[in-house]
């Protein structure tokens, strides 16, 4: 089946550091993959369309400058988190759309931001 | 748009009966559907979907049932186990687009 895999699984940084978190489509292409973020007892939340080859479409409320998305080849995305603060804190998760339009989620990256 | 709630309705059954798990969508031009599991600590897990030309579609243990009158989207477990405990969310989304709006979740119990 399809697999996406999400580099680093939890990570913890100081306040105004900033954090790379890489999305992987390990044995299929995706033209297309998500970022979403999820705070506890809730849902999922999307942030952004990442499509490969061109700026990256981001939700109303969410900051462009603050979350750089960066879709450089078929297989890999990457999402930094610029200045980070705690209200950053979440579980970021991506997602890769294979060429059948089925949607698969990465295990997620827990931010902690202290 | 964004779906909050800070507690997530629970579902508790017996280990082997089956369970229902409801879900109320939004969007009446919405055309995908979808069933995932979460369990903690992890990414969703791909169930089962049903495109808006279907009323039902079944899988191994698992049915999707769809109404687009009510907007209302159903996953059923059949004989329900403990590996099946974990927060169930609904999905939907339309052709033209691959975004996913999600529901609120439903945290499903298997009592042993």
């Known amino acids: 089946g399809a697999v996406v895999s999400q580099h680093p699984s939890r990570v913890i940084c100081k306040s105004g550091t900033s954090v790379k978190i890489e999305c992987r489509s390990l044995d299929f292409q995706a033209t297309t993959m998500f970022w979403y973020r999820q705070f506890p007892k809730q849902s999922l939340m999307l942030m952004a369309t990442s499509n490969e080859g061109s700026k990256a479409t981001y939700e109303q409320g969410v900051e462009k400058d603050k979350f750089l998305i960066n879709h450089a080849s078929l297989t890999l995305s990457t999402l930094t988190v610029t200045s980070a603060h705690p209200e950053d804190s979440s579980f970021y998760i991506c997602?890769?759309?294979?060429?059948?339009?089925?949607?698969?989620f990465g295990p997620g990256t827990r931010l902690t931001v202290l | 748009g964004e779906s909050v709630g800070l507690h997530l309705p629970t579902l508790s059954v017996q280990e082997g009966d089956n369970s229902i798990i409801n879900c109320a969508y939004s969007n009446s031009a919405s055309d995908y559907f979808i069933w995932y599991k979460q369990e903690s600590g992890k990414g969703p897990q791909f169930i089962i979907d049903?495109?808006?030309?279907?009323d039902k579609r079944q899988g191994q243990r698992v049915t999707v049932l769809l109404n687009k009158t009510v907007k209302h989207l159903s996953l059923q477990i059949a004989a329900t186990q403990p590996g099946d405990s974990a927060v169930y969310f609904c999905?939907?989304?339309?052709?033209?687009?691959?975004?996913?709006?999600f529901g609120s979740g439903t945290r499903l119990l298997v009592r042993p």
């Open positions: 049903i495109r808006s030309n279907m």
């Open positions: 997602s890769a759309v294979t060429a059948g339009d089925t949607q698969y």
């Open positions: 999905a939907e989304s339309h052709r033209s687009s691959y975004k996913l709006i």
